[in-house]
Structure formats: C-alpha cells, structure tokens
C-alpha cells in the first residue's frame, strides 16, 4: 500500500522558522522536498518529491526499478555530447532518439528529504523514457530484449494520459480541494493494471514457438495458424481441467445462436479461472 504524503513544510507558507531550520540543516546546499510520497505503478512503487523550487522529483532507485534495472550499472553509460545517459536509456539504438532536451531531464537531481541525501531525476523524464521506447519500436529500432519495455511504456503513457485529463477536469471544476488525497494515485494504479491486462498474452508467442517446432513448422503468426493449433489447446490444454468438465461448459457460452464461435474461451474465465488456465498452460 502506497506510503502517506509526508508534509515537511506547508506548501503555501512564507519562509518560516521551519524553513530556516532546514536551511541549517542543508549543508550539502541543495533543494529541499517540501512535500513527498508515493506513486503506485502496476507492483512498483516510486518515491517522489516537490522541491522547494518547484522541481518535481522522482527518486533515482525508484525509475530504475520501474523500468527492472539496477543502479550497479551506471558506470557503463552511454555518452552523447558529453553527457553521460543512464543505463535505462544508454543503448546505441536509442541514441538518435536522445535529443538536447532529453539529455537535460537525464541529469541527477539531489536533494534533501528530512535528514537524508537524496539523488532523483526530474518528474518529466520517465514519460519523456516512455516516448523514446515507443518513437523507437514505430520506426522498428529495438531489439527483442526491449520490446517487453516498449510495451510498458505504451502502458504507463496511457495511464499518464488517462491521469493527467482526470487532474485537468478536477482543476477546471475545483474538483482537486475535494477530492481524496490519493484520488489520483488510485486512478493510475487502476489504469496500469487495466493496461497490463490488455498486454499480457493468456497463451504466450512462445507457447506457439513450440507448436510450430512440434509441427516441424515454418514460424507462424497471430494472424495465420493451422486450424490444428486450436484443436491441441482444446484437447491438451483446456480438456484435462476439471475433469474434462470445462471445456464443453466454455463450448457452449462461446458460441452463438447460429452455431458460430463468439469469443474465445480464455474470455469467458474468471480472474482465478485464467490462474488454473497459465498453470495447466504451463
């Protein structure tokens, strides 16, 4: 569960004894959090922070998590301009897709929270991440490894989206001093999910790697398998599960007054239906 906004200084209030006694306490002379919290994303929960000039921050360990690296590697980072890029970006490929503006989001931001050191990067740079993957796989530049990654970020900018039209609505109508504190982080939590529902593949492009090889097939495609394929799932794959109970039970919500096929059977399965189906699948 996502932590609480922790208040460090009133967001309106004039420089006070409070922000004098941060200023004290600030030796390494860098922004202060005012406010700081979290951001839930799909199972990944980012730290964040506004500085008391205004920059929005996202903790350094957070952005590297969200995207599953590791800040062991930022010793091999990929220079352009002299400026040195993080891992998450620091690919040959991605580098024409690296503009001036980019490289300016990419600097480390430190700051301090309470009484502790802090290094992030500037809020904007994880949808300005995002654009790249995308701008990238459009133009058929990524390599296997990060296609997963590209559909993420297809993922998390339509959340972002979806968000940021919600934010926009309860400003114009005043909506933001009513709400719930965490309204907005709900919201993003609920789009992310959403997305990842829809990406996630009930029967993985693997699984039908390992058809095509059982078939001594050529590689096949989504949109043109042998009619055999389906038969194997049924009688292998749905047929074993509950005693052979659920696949004539699905045969008969997916089919149509006219006898035709409607939906697939995976559509018809609950949440803990499709948990049995990937077990059975694998």
């Known amino acids: 569960m996502a932590k609480e906004p922790r208040i460090i200084e009133p967001l309106n209030a004039d420089f006070d004894e409070l922000g004098k006694a941060l200023v004290k306490k600030n030796k390494h002379n860098v922004p202060i959090a005012k406010v700081s919290g979290t951001i839930p994303i799909g199972s990944v929960e980012i730290d964040c922070a506004v500085l008391d000039n205004e920059t929005r921050v996202l903790s350094a360990k957070s952005v590297f998590k969200s995207f599953g690296r590791s800040r062991k590697g930022m010793n091999s980072r990929l220079e352009v301009d002299g400026t040195n890029i993080p891992p998450f970006l620091a690919a040959k490929n991605l580098k024409p897709y690296i503009t001036q503006e980019v490289m300016g989001w990419t600097k480390p931001v430190e700051y301090m929270d309470g ?45 972002f989206a979806q968000v ?8 114009a109508t005043g909506y933001q001093y009513t709400r719930e504190h965490d309204a907005l982080r709900i919201l993003l939590a609920r789009y992310v999910e959403e997305g990842i529902r829809k990406w996630v593949k ?17 590689p096949t495609t989504s949109s043109k398998r042998p ?15 509950e005693h052979g109970y ?27 239906g499709k948990s049995v189906l990937m077990l059975q699948l694998g």
């Open 227 to 241: 009619q055999y394929y389906g038969h194997f799932i049924n009688k292998y794959v749905y047929g074993p599960i």
């Open 202 to 218: 009930t029967f993985p492009d693997t699984f039908f790697t390992e058809l095509d090889r059982l078939y001594d097939n050529e």
């Open 164 to 171: 940021g039209i919600d934010a926009l609505v309860d400003e």
């Open 115 to 159: 009484n502790q050191l802090k290094t992030g990067y500037a809020a904007r740079l994880l949808p300005v991440m995002c654009k790249i993957y995308l701008d990238a796989r459009r133009d058929g530049a990524l390599t296997s490894s990060q296609k997963k990654l590209a559909d993420q970020s297809e993922i998390l900018l339509t959340a």
């Open 246 to 272: 659920l696949r004539p039970e699905l045969d008969k919500k997916t089919r149509g007054k006219d006898g035709k096929r409607s939906a697939k059977f995976h559509q018809w399965l609950s949440d803990e």
